[in-house]
């Protein structure tokens, strides 16, 4: 099992950027993949970037060229890079990890877009 631990929220204007971190804990982290998922009010959660356990990466279309995640499995943390950031990348993040069928969430982040 693993706990989930997400920081660096918060308000920033269009073209801006934000460095979300995600803190794990629990053992086998390396063996998980982790990914960041995101949520805007009245929308469902979406997948937004994503790490698989032997490092291939994917990103939404929406994102690509804008967003950049990675992990460090020896800290057990993962990032999402945000830049040029868009009024529509408003939402709540999620971390997200995934063993088999069995996903384990963080309690989420805000991420505000608005001039």
């Known amino acids: 099992q693993v706990q989930l631990v997400e920081s660096g929220g918060g308000t920033v204007q269009p073209g801006g950027s934000l460095r979300l971190s995600c803190a794990a804990s629990g053992s086998f982290f390396n063996t998980y993949a982790v990914g960041w998922y995101r949520q805007a009010p009245g929308k469902q959660r979406e997948l937004v970037a994503a790490?698989?356990?032997?490092?291939?990466?994917n990103y939404a279309d929406s994102v690509k060229g804008r967003f950049t995640i990675s992990r460090d499995n020896a800290k057990q943390m993962v990032y999402l890079q945000m830049n040029s950031l868009k009024p529509e990348d408003t939402a709540v993040y999620y971390c997200n990890a995934r063993s088999g069928n069995i996903d384990y969430w963080g309690q989420g982040t805000q991420v505000t877009v608005s001039s």
């Open positions: 790490i698989s356990r032997v490092g291939s990466i």
